[in-house]
């Protein structure tokens, strides 16, 4: 593993939630002030290749990446944008019971208003 590539996980490991490629580069440029956007950019391709960590593609603006790549759903808040992980094992198993197989992969995100935004629509 290369030093760059030791220093974007960690990155992501360290920051709760979901950053941009933009953002991991403006981070990882304070402790490695050399390294340049490609070398951010290729290096979050070979490691999401490596399944280390996932690509989530958003419903607005640009791509995030996800520390991990065990599969987990997410929650997206359609007012302001923000992501947070949530547990569906359960919701899981009830498929793999309907389908009577093991459920290999999935993506699954799920759209909802969070509490910050339901409260400034109700005001
Ligand atoms: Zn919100
Ligand atoms: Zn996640």
Redesign the pocket.
Known sequence: MTRQRALILNIMRENPGHLTADEIYALAREQMPGIARGTVYRNLKLMEQDREIAKLEMPEGPDRFDKTSAPHGHLY??????LQDIPVIGLVRDIEAVIGTEVRSYQLTIHY??????SKLSQ
């Open positions: 808040c359609d007012g302001c944008g923000s208003l969070c509490p910050a935004c339901r």
